[in-house]
Protein backbone atom coordinates (compact mmCIF):
# COMPACT_ATOMS: atom_id res chain seq x y z
CA UNK A 1 0.00 0.00 0.00
CA UNK A 2 1.53 3.63 -1.06
CA UNK A 3 2.08 5.16 2.49
CA UNK A 4 0.17 8.01 1.59
CA UNK A 5 -2.47 5.98 2.13
CA UNK A 6 -1.55 4.00 4.83
CA UNK A 7 -3.47 6.75 7.61
CA UNK A 8 -6.26 5.35 5.97
CA UNK A 9 -5.66 1.74 6.12
CA UNK A 10 -5.15 2.41 9.88
CA UNK A 11 -8.11 4.91 10.46
CA UNK A 12 -10.64 1.77 8.55
CA UNK A 13 -8.96 -0.72 11.09
CA UNK A 14 -9.64 1.33 14.29
CA UNK A 15 -13.29 2.75 12.79
CA UNK A 16 -14.05 -1.26 12.14
CA UNK A 17 -13.34 -1.61 15.98
CA UNK A 18 -15.13 0.92 17.28
CA UNK A 19 -18.74 -0.05 14.89
CA UNK A 20 -18.02 -3.98 16.29
CA UNK A 21 -18.15 -2.24 19.40
CA UNK A 22 -14.36 -3.81 20.64
CA UNK A 23 -13.48 -0.47 21.58
CA UNK A 24 -16.41 0.94 23.54
CA UNK A 25 -17.75 4.38 24.52
CA UNK A 26 -15.00 6.10 27.02
CA UNK A 27 -12.01 3.59 25.87
CA UNK A 28 -8.67 5.49 25.37
CA UNK A 29 -7.34 5.65 22.08
CA UNK A 30 -3.54 4.90 21.72
CA UNK A 31 -1.44 7.85 21.77
CA UNK A 32 -0.17 9.62 18.54
CA UNK A 33 3.30 8.00 20.35
CA UNK A 34 2.09 4.51 20.83
CA UNK A 35 0.68 4.37 17.23
CA UNK A 36 3.70 5.02 15.43
CA UNK A 37 5.67 2.54 17.04
CA UNK A 38 3.04 0.21 16.42
CA UNK A 39 2.86 0.81 13.23
CA UNK A 40 6.06 2.25 12.41
CA UNK A 41 4.23 5.22 10.89
CA UNK A 42 5.35 8.91 11.41
CA UNK A 43 3.92 11.62 13.34
CA UNK A 44 2.48 13.21 10.72
CA UNK A 45 0.74 9.80 9.54
CA UNK A 46 -0.23 9.45 13.20
CA UNK A 47 -2.18 12.48 13.63
CA UNK A 48 -4.04 12.39 10.16
CA UNK A 49 -5.26 8.79 11.82
CA UNK A 50 -7.25 10.76 14.31
CA UNK A 51 -8.24 13.60 12.47
CA UNK A 52 -10.13 11.23 10.30
CA UNK A 53 -11.67 9.43 13.31
CA UNK A 54 -12.30 12.60 14.42
CA UNK A 55 -14.22 13.60 10.91
CA UNK A 56 -16.37 10.47 10.96
CA UNK A 57 -17.13 11.53 14.63
CA UNK A 58 -15.80 8.32 15.98
CA UNK A 59 -13.36 9.24 18.55
CA UNK A 60 -13.16 13.15 20.27
CA UNK A 61 -10.18 14.59 21.99
CA UNK A 62 -9.77 15.60 25.54
CA UNK A 63 -6.79 18.33 26.65
CA UNK A 64 -3.64 16.52 28.22
CA UNK A 65 -5.83 13.30 28.59
CA UNK A 66 -5.95 12.46 24.34
CA UNK A 67 -8.52 10.26 22.15
CA UNK A 68 -11.06 8.79 23.32
CA UNK A 69 -13.97 6.64 21.68
CA UNK A 70 -16.91 8.81 21.64
CA UNK A 71 -20.70 7.98 21.58
CA UNK A 72 -21.79 7.18 18.21
CA UNK A 73 -24.95 9.12 17.46
CA UNK A 74 -26.76 6.71 15.97
CA UNK A 75 -26.76 4.62 19.14
CA UNK A 76 -28.47 7.35 20.89
CA UNK A 77 -31.40 6.62 18.33
CA UNK A 78 -33.74 3.22 18.10
CA UNK A 79 -34.05 1.18 14.83
CA UNK A 80 -37.13 0.98 13.17
CA UNK A 81 -39.01 -2.39 13.28
CA UNK A 82 -39.00 -5.04 10.44
CA UNK A 83 -41.38 -4.62 8.27
CA UNK A 84 -44.91 -6.13 7.55
CA UNK A 85 -46.67 -5.60 4.73
CA UNK A 86 -49.55 -7.75 3.72
CA UNK A 87 -48.47 -11.49 2.23
CA UNK A 88 -51.54 -10.63 -0.74
CA UNK A 89 -49.55 -9.38 -3.98
CA UNK A 90 -50.47 -5.66 -4.71
CA UNK A 91 -50.93 -2.95 -7.48
CA UNK A 92 -51.93 0.03 -5.90
CA UNK A 93 -48.90 2.34 -6.40
CA UNK A 94 -48.92 5.83 -5.08
CA UNK A 95 -48.53 7.43 -9.18
CA UNK A 96 -49.70 11.21 -7.95
CA UNK A 97 -47.34 10.95 -4.80
CA UNK A 98 -44.22 9.22 -6.95
CA UNK A 99 -45.01 11.94 -9.87
CA UNK A 100 -44.31 15.03 -7.22
CA UNK A 101 -41.39 13.61 -6.07
CA UNK A 102 -39.43 12.88 -8.82
CA UNK A 103 -40.64 16.23 -10.80
CA UNK A 104 -38.46 17.61 -8.22
CA UNK A 105 -35.20 16.07 -9.42
CA UNK A 106 -32.87 18.71 -11.05
CA UNK A 107 -34.58 21.65 -9.89
CA UNK A 108 -31.01 23.71 -8.50
CA UNK A 109 -33.46 25.88 -6.31
CA UNK A 110 -34.20 22.87 -3.43
CA UNK A 111 -32.42 20.86 -1.65
CA UNK A 112 -32.34 17.52 -2.80
CA UNK A 113 -32.57 15.10 0.36
CA UNK A 114 -35.03 13.09 -2.20
CA UNK A 115 -32.42 12.01 -4.86
CA UNK A 116 -30.80 9.10 -4.46
CA UNK A 117 -27.60 9.87 -6.18
CA UNK A 118 -24.32 11.19 -5.24
CA UNK A 119 -23.71 14.92 -5.56
CA UNK A 120 -21.33 16.06 -8.43
CA UNK A 121 -18.74 17.33 -5.92
CA UNK A 122 -18.69 13.60 -5.10
CA UNK A 123 -17.70 12.87 -8.55
CA UNK A 124 -14.39 13.06 -10.73
CA UNK A 125 -15.63 15.18 -13.24
CA UNK A 126 -12.52 16.56 -14.73
CA UNK A 127 -10.88 12.91 -15.32
CA UNK A 128 -14.56 11.89 -16.59
CA UNK A 129 -13.97 15.28 -18.86
CA UNK A 130 -10.68 14.05 -20.48
CA UNK A 131 -12.00 9.82 -20.13
CA UNK A 132 -14.49 10.75 -22.63
CA UNK A 133 -12.44 13.25 -24.73
CA UNK A 134 -10.07 10.92 -25.08
CA UNK A 135 -12.64 8.02 -26.28
CA UNK A 136 -13.66 10.19 -29.13
CA UNK A 137 -10.42 10.25 -30.01
CA UNK A 138 -9.37 6.76 -29.93
CA UNK A 139 -12.90 4.93 -31.12
CA UNK A 140 -13.84 4.41 -34.65
CA UNK A 141 -15.56 7.11 -36.60
CA UNK A 142 -15.20 9.29 -33.17
CA UNK A 143 -17.19 7.37 -31.52
CA UNK A 144 -20.26 7.31 -33.85
CA UNK A 145 -20.13 3.59 -35.05
CA UNK A 146 -22.72 1.03 -32.90
CA UNK A 147 -20.59 -1.37 -30.70
CA UNK A 148 -21.61 -5.18 -30.72
CA UNK A 149 -25.07 -6.07 -29.12
CA UNK A 150 -23.22 -7.65 -25.77
CA UNK A 151 -21.39 -3.98 -25.32
CA UNK A 152 -17.74 -2.71 -25.17
CA UNK A 153 -15.65 -5.39 -24.62
CA UNK A 154 -12.83 -3.23 -22.71
CA UNK A 155 -15.19 -2.59 -20.39
CA UNK A 156 -16.88 -6.07 -20.12
CA UNK A 157 -13.27 -7.04 -19.29
CA UNK A 158 -12.95 -4.63 -16.33
CA UNK A 159 -16.05 -5.38 -14.79
CA UNK A 160 -15.18 -9.44 -14.98
CA UNK A 161 -11.78 -8.64 -13.16
CA UNK A 162 -13.33 -6.50 -10.65
CA UNK A 163 -16.11 -9.39 -9.62
CA UNK A 164 -12.69 -10.82 -8.02
CA UNK A 165 -13.76 -8.22 -4.83
CA UNK A 166 -16.95 -10.18 -4.10
CA UNK A 167 -15.71 -13.17 -4.25
CA UNK A 168 -17.56 -13.77 -7.74
CA UNK A 169 -15.97 -15.43 -11.32
CA UNK A 170 -17.09 -13.89 -14.41
CA UNK A 171 -15.44 -13.67 -18.05
CA UNK A 172 -15.92 -10.61 -19.92
CA UNK A 173 -17.88 -12.69 -21.78
CA UNK A 174 -20.60 -13.53 -19.35
CA UNK A 175 -21.42 -9.90 -19.03
CA UNK A 176 -23.72 -7.94 -21.00
CA UNK A 177 -23.98 -3.80 -21.13
CA UNK A 178 -27.25 -1.94 -21.05
CA UNK A 179 -28.42 1.72 -20.62
CA UNK A 180 -28.17 2.23 -16.70
CA UNK A 181 -29.06 -0.22 -14.11
CA UNK A 182 -32.79 0.32 -14.56
CA UNK A 183 -32.24 -0.92 -17.61
CA UNK A 184 -30.37 -3.94 -16.85
CA UNK A 185 -33.06 -4.79 -13.96
CA UNK A 186 -35.84 -4.42 -17.12
CA UNK A 187 -34.41 -7.04 -19.33
CA UNK A 188 -33.34 -8.95 -16.40
CA UNK A 189 -37.58 -9.06 -15.82
CA UNK A 190 -38.31 -9.41 -19.16
CA UNK A 191 -35.71 -12.37 -20.02
CA UNK A 192 -37.79 -14.43 -16.55
CA UNK A 193 -41.32 -13.52 -16.19
CA UNK A 194 -44.38 -12.82 -18.24
CA UNK A 195 -47.24 -10.89 -17.29
CA UNK A 196 -49.44 -12.00 -14.41
CA UNK A 197 -46.13 -13.54 -12.39
CA UNK A 198 -45.91 -13.15 -9.03
CA UNK A 199 -42.37 -10.99 -8.33
CA UNK A 200 -41.40 -11.25 -4.43
CA UNK A 201 -39.24 -8.11 -3.24
CA UNK A 202 -38.34 -6.24 -0.25
CA UNK A 203 -40.41 -3.96 1.88
CA UNK A 204 -39.47 -1.24 1.68
CA UNK A 205 -37.65 -0.96 -1.79
CA UNK A 206 -36.47 1.15 -4.63
CA UNK A 207 -39.76 3.00 -6.60
CA UNK A 208 -38.70 2.59 -9.58
CA UNK A 209 -38.47 -1.54 -9.37
CA UNK A 210 -42.15 -1.48 -8.04
CA UNK A 211 -43.27 0.84 -11.06
CA UNK A 212 -41.25 -1.00 -13.41
CA UNK A 213 -42.68 -4.03 -12.35
CA UNK A 214 -46.31 -2.93 -12.61
CA UNK A 215 -45.42 -1.54 -16.15
CA UNK A 216 -44.75 -5.26 -16.91
CA UNK A 217 -48.08 -6.73 -15.49
CA UNK A 218 -46.35 -8.07 -12.94
CA UNK A 219 -47.75 -8.64 -9.15
CA UNK A 220 -45.79 -7.75 -6.40
CA UNK A 221 -45.41 -9.53 -3.19
CA UNK A 222 -43.17 -7.75 -0.79
CA UNK A 223 -41.62 -9.17 1.48
CA UNK A 224 -40.91 -8.39 5.83
CA UNK A 225 -37.89 -7.05 5.52
CA UNK A 226 -35.29 -6.42 8.51
CA UNK A 227 -33.36 -2.68 8.32
CA UNK A 228 -30.28 -4.32 9.28
CA UNK A 229 -29.98 -7.47 7.97
CA UNK A 230 -32.42 -7.09 5.06
CA UNK A 231 -35.36 -9.76 3.71
CA UNK A 232 -36.59 -12.21 5.97
CA UNK A 233 -36.07 -15.62 4.79
CA UNK A 234 -38.71 -17.35 7.27
CA UNK A 235 -40.94 -15.07 5.32
CA UNK A 236 -39.52 -15.92 1.53
CA UNK A 237 -40.00 -19.56 2.62
CA UNK A 238 -43.52 -19.09 3.50
CA UNK A 239 -44.58 -17.56 0.00
CA UNK A 240 -42.04 -19.67 -2.07
CA UNK A 241 -44.15 -21.44 -4.25
CA UNK A 242 -46.49 -18.64 -4.78
CA UNK A 243 -44.08 -16.89 -6.73
CA UNK A 244 -42.33 -16.83 -9.89
CA UNK A 245 -39.44 -14.63 -9.19
CA UNK A 246 -37.58 -12.76 -6.68
CA UNK A 247 -35.58 -9.06 -7.03
CA UNK A 248 -33.11 -8.29 -4.46
CA UNK A 249 -30.95 -5.64 -3.30
CA UNK A 250 -28.95 -7.73 -1.26
CA UNK A 251 -26.17 -5.10 -0.16
CA UNK A 252 -27.04 -1.74 0.69
CA UNK A 253 -30.63 -1.45 -0.30
CA UNK A 254 -32.84 1.85 -0.52
CA UNK A 255 -34.00 3.56 1.59
CA UNK A 256 -33.08 1.56 4.73
CA UNK A 257 -29.68 0.71 3.86
CA UNK A 258 -29.36 -3.34 5.21
CA UNK A 259 -26.84 -5.86 4.31
CA UNK A 260 -27.78 -9.66 4.14
CA UNK A 261 -25.50 -11.51 6.09
CA UNK A 262 -23.45 -13.74 3.67
CA UNK A 263 -25.15 -16.75 5.50
CA UNK A 264 -28.41 -15.22 4.10
CA UNK A 265 -27.41 -14.30 0.60
CA UNK A 266 -26.17 -18.24 0.37
CA UNK A 267 -29.43 -19.47 1.80
CA UNK A 268 -31.66 -17.98 -0.46
CA UNK A 269 -29.37 -18.81 -3.58
CA UNK A 270 -29.91 -22.31 -2.76
CA UNK A 271 -33.78 -21.85 -1.52
CA UNK A 272 -34.22 -20.24 -5.29
CA UNK A 273 -32.15 -23.01 -7.22
CA UNK A 274 -34.05 -25.84 -5.66
CA UNK A 275 -37.49 -24.35 -6.63
CA UNK A 276 -36.40 -23.06 -10.23
CA UNK A 277 -37.16 -19.84 -9.02
CA UNK A 278 -34.88 -16.84 -11.01
CA UNK A 279 -33.64 -14.66 -8.83
CA UNK A 280 -32.38 -10.85 -10.18
CA UNK A 281 -29.94 -9.21 -7.96
CA UNK A 282 -29.24 -5.64 -8.14
CA UNK A 283 -25.30 -4.99 -6.83
CA UNK A 284 -25.94 -1.48 -7.85
CA UNK A 285 -24.68 -0.29 -4.01
CA UNK A 286 -22.10 -2.55 -3.15
CA UNK A 287 -19.32 -0.48 -3.99
CA UNK A 288 -20.54 1.72 -1.52
CA UNK A 289 -19.60 0.20 1.60
CA UNK A 290 -18.36 1.90 4.80
CA UNK A 291 -16.63 -1.34 6.71
CA UNK A 292 -13.01 -2.77 5.65
CA UNK A 293 -14.12 -4.69 3.18
CA UNK A 294 -16.60 -4.89 0.01
CA UNK A 295 -19.51 -7.32 0.65
CA UNK A 296 -20.11 -10.50 -1.20
CA UNK A 297 -22.99 -11.02 -3.43
CA UNK A 298 -25.64 -13.51 -4.17
CA UNK A 299 -24.19 -14.70 -7.31
CA UNK A 300 -20.87 -15.55 -5.17
CA UNK A 301 -22.58 -18.62 -4.39
CA UNK A 302 -24.88 -19.10 -7.88
CA UNK A 303 -23.24 -22.76 -8.31
CA UNK A 304 -26.78 -23.36 -10.87
CA UNK A 305 -26.27 -19.98 -12.81
CA UNK A 306 -29.72 -18.90 -11.59
CA UNK A 307 -28.81 -15.52 -10.41
CA UNK A 308 -29.15 -12.22 -13.08
CA UNK A 309 -26.91 -10.11 -11.20
CA UNK A 310 -27.52 -6.28 -12.54
CA UNK A 311 -25.30 -2.46 -11.37
CA UNK A 312 -24.10 0.27 -12.77
CA UNK A 313 -22.02 3.03 -12.24
CA UNK A 314 -24.94 5.44 -12.26
CA UNK A 315 -24.70 5.75 -7.90
CA UNK A 316 -20.63 5.58 -7.98
CA UNK A 317 -19.64 7.47 -11.03
CA UNK A 318 -21.48 9.19 -13.84
CA UNK A 319 -25.41 8.95 -13.33
CA UNK A 320 -25.80 10.64 -17.08
CA UNK A 321 -23.69 8.45 -18.78
CA UNK A 322 -26.31 5.44 -18.15
CA UNK A 323 -23.81 2.80 -18.24
CA UNK A 324 -24.87 -0.53 -16.47
CA UNK A 325 -24.41 -3.90 -17.19
CA UNK A 326 -25.57 -7.70 -16.11
CA UNK A 327 -24.38 -11.01 -15.74
CA UNK A 328 -27.18 -13.13 -16.42
CA UNK A 329 -26.32 -16.26 -16.00
CA UNK A 330 -27.82 -19.05 -18.27
CA UNK A 331 -30.53 -16.24 -19.38
CA UNK A 332 -27.64 -15.07 -20.91
CA UNK A 333 -29.20 -15.86 -25.22
CA UNK A 334 -32.30 -14.22 -23.64
CA UNK A 335 -31.20 -11.03 -22.42
CA UNK A 336 -29.01 -10.55 -25.90
CA UNK A 337 -32.06 -11.09 -27.36
CA UNK A 338 -33.98 -8.40 -25.84
CA UNK A 339 -31.05 -6.07 -25.86
CA UNK A 340 -30.89 -6.53 -30.01
CA UNK A 341 -34.68 -5.46 -29.73
CA UNK A 342 -35.27 -2.75 -28.09
CA UNK A 343 -32.03 -1.28 -28.19
CA UNK A 344 -29.94 -2.99 -30.13
CA UNK A 345 -26.62 -1.38 -28.87
CA UNK A 346 -25.24 1.06 -25.67
CA UNK A 347 -23.73 3.91 -26.03
CA UNK A 348 -20.47 4.06 -27.30
CA UNK A 349 -18.83 7.01 -26.32
CA UNK A 350 -19.31 6.50 -22.47
CA UNK A 351 -18.75 2.92 -22.36
CA UNK A 352 -15.35 3.69 -23.36
CA UNK A 353 -15.44 6.72 -21.11
CA UNK A 354 -15.54 4.57 -18.16
CA UNK A 355 -13.79 1.51 -19.56
CA UNK A 356 -10.56 3.78 -19.65
CA UNK A 357 -10.94 5.21 -16.02
CA UNK A 358 -11.13 1.71 -14.57
CA UNK A 359 -8.31 0.40 -16.73
CA UNK A 360 -6.73 3.78 -15.21
CA UNK A 361 -6.59 2.49 -11.75
CA UNK A 362 -8.00 6.19 -10.84
CA UNK A 363 -11.82 4.36 -9.38
CA UNK A 364 -10.70 2.59 -6.52
CA UNK A 365 -9.37 5.62 -4.87
CA UNK A 366 -12.48 7.61 -6.05
CA UNK A 367 -13.94 5.28 -4.37
CA UNK A 368 -12.38 5.52 -1.41
CA UNK A 369 -13.04 8.87 -0.89
CA UNK A 370 -16.33 8.69 -1.69
CA UNK A 371 -17.50 6.00 0.54
CA UNK A 372 -15.58 8.02 3.77
CA UNK A 373 -17.65 11.32 2.78
CA UNK A 374 -20.98 9.44 2.48
CA UNK A 375 -20.31 7.54 6.03
CA UNK A 376 -19.74 10.96 7.55
CA UNK A 377 -22.16 12.27 5.77
CA UNK A 378 -24.69 9.49 7.41
CA UNK A 379 -22.84 10.34 11.10
CA UNK A 380 -23.82 14.19 10.57
CA UNK A 381 -27.46 13.40 9.45
CA UNK A 382 -27.97 11.04 12.62
CA UNK A 383 -26.14 13.97 14.80
CA UNK A 384 -28.60 16.41 13.48
CA UNK A 385 -31.42 14.29 14.00
CA UNK A 386 -31.03 14.05 17.52
CA UNK A 387 -30.52 17.85 17.76
CA UNK A 388 -33.41 18.97 15.94
CA UNK A 389 -35.99 15.83 15.05
CA UNK A 390 -39.07 14.78 17.92
CA UNK A 391 -37.07 12.28 20.64
CA UNK A 392 -38.87 9.15 19.32
CA UNK A 393 -37.34 9.49 15.83
CA UNK A 394 -36.02 5.83 14.63
CA UNK A 395 -33.38 6.02 11.79
CA UNK A 396 -31.93 2.75 10.10
CA UNK A 397 -28.58 2.15 10.42
CA UNK A 398 -26.81 1.66 6.56
CA UNK A 399 -23.66 -0.03 6.52
CA UNK A 400 -22.91 1.32 3.02
CA UNK A 401 -24.34 2.77 0.17
CA UNK A 402 -26.35 6.18 -0.72
CA UNK A 403 -29.50 5.90 1.73
CA UNK A 404 -30.99 6.21 5.86
CA UNK A 405 -34.54 5.18 6.06
CA UNK A 406 -36.27 7.70 9.22
CA UNK A 407 -39.21 6.70 10.78
CA UNK A 408 -41.26 9.43 12.76
CA UNK A 409 -44.58 8.35 15.16
CA UNK A 410 -48.04 7.75 13.29
CA UNK A 411 -48.98 11.10 14.33
CA UNK A 412 -47.02 12.39 11.55
CA UNK A 413 -47.72 12.13 7.69
CA UNK A 414 -44.71 12.75 5.53
CA UNK A 415 -47.12 13.03 2.41
CA UNK A 416 -48.07 16.13 3.97
CA UNK A 417 -44.54 16.59 5.21
CA UNK A 418 -43.47 16.65 1.77
CA UNK A 419 -46.00 19.67 0.60
CA UNK A 420 -44.83 21.41 3.50
CA UNK A 421 -41.06 20.99 3.28
CA UNK A 422 -41.20 22.10 -0.55
CA UNK A 423 -42.78 25.06 0.71
CA UNK A 424 -39.38 25.88 2.40
CA UNK A 425 -37.36 24.94 -1.13
CA UNK A 426 -36.96 21.12 0.54
CA UNK A 427 -37.32 18.03 -1.52
CA UNK A 428 -37.59 14.62 0.73
CA UNK A 429 -38.94 10.95 0.11
CA UNK A 430 -41.91 10.42 1.65
CA UNK A 431 -42.38 6.54 2.58
CA UNK A 432 -45.43 5.79 0.53
CA UNK A 433 -43.82 5.86 -2.33
CA UNK A 434 -41.77 2.42 -1.64
CA UNK A 435 -44.31 0.49 -1.28
CA UNK A 436 -47.44 -0.68 -3.55
CA UNK A 437 -49.39 -1.05 -0.12
CA UNK A 438 -50.93 1.49 2.73
CA UNK A 439 -47.56 1.61 5.02
CA UNK A 440 -45.03 3.62 6.10
CA UNK A 441 -46.78 6.34 5.33
CA UNK A 442 -44.64 7.98 8.68
CA UNK A 443 -41.25 7.35 7.55
CA UNK A 444 -39.27 9.35 5.31
CA UNK A 445 -36.03 8.22 2.78
CA UNK A 446 -33.25 10.58 2.72
CA UNK A 447 -29.99 10.47 0.23
CA UNK A 448 -26.61 10.52 1.98
CA UNK A 449 -25.35 11.88 -1.41
CA UNK A 450 -26.10 15.68 -0.39
CA UNK A 451 -22.48 16.78 1.44
CA UNK A 452 -23.11 18.51 4.73
CA UNK A 453 -22.70 22.13 4.75
CA UNK A 454 -24.15 24.65 7.19
CA UNK A 455 -26.80 24.80 4.51
CA UNK A 456 -28.14 21.78 4.82
CA UNK A 457 -27.45 21.32 8.14
CA UNK A 458 -29.74 23.90 8.34
CA UNK A 459 -33.00 22.70 6.27
CA UNK A 460 -32.44 19.73 8.68
CA UNK A 461 -33.09 21.69 11.36
CA UNK A 462 -35.85 23.22 9.68
CA UNK A 463 -37.67 19.70 8.58
CA UNK A 464 -37.05 18.87 12.96
CA UNK A 465 -39.25 22.21 13.03
CA UNK A 466 -42.12 20.67 10.37
CA UNK A 467 -42.19 17.41 11.86
CA UNK A 468 -43.09 18.84 15.49
CA UNK A 469 -44.86 21.44 15.02
CA UNK A 470 -46.45 21.58 11.17
CA UNK A 471 -47.04 17.96 10.18
CA UNK A 472 -49.67 16.04 12.45
CA UNK A 473 -51.81 13.42 10.66
CA UNK A 474 -54.50 11.53 11.60
CA UNK A 475 -53.23 8.28 13.53
CA UNK A 476 -52.96 4.66 11.61
Not at 147 to 172: D, F
Not at 262 to 288: F, M, R, S, T
Request: aromatic residues 8%; proline residues 6%.
Amino acid sequence: MKRDFLYIDISNKLAALIRDKVLQPGDRLPSVRMLCQEHGIGMNTAKRVFLELEAQSLIESKPQAGYFVSQLPYQRLPLPATSSPSAVGSLAAPVELFSRVYATRGRKNLTLFSMGVPSSSLLPLAMLNKAIVQATRDLPGGGTEYEPTQGNESLRRMIALRAINWGGKLRESDVITTAGGMNALAFSLMAVTKPGDTLAIESPCYPGSLQLAISLGLKVLELPTHPSTGVEIEALKKVIRKIDCCLLVPNFNTPLGSCMPDAHKQEVVNLLAQQDIPLIEDDIYGDLYFGAQRPKCCKTYDAADNVLLCSSFSKTLAPGYRVGWVAPGRYKDRLLTLKYAHAISSSTITQAAVASFLQSGRYDLHLRKMRTTLQQNYLQYVQAIGDYFPADTKVSRPQGGLAMWVEFNRQVDTGGLFDAALKQKISISPGRIFTLQDQFNHCMRLSLGLVITPEVRQKLKVLGRLVKNEIPGPAR
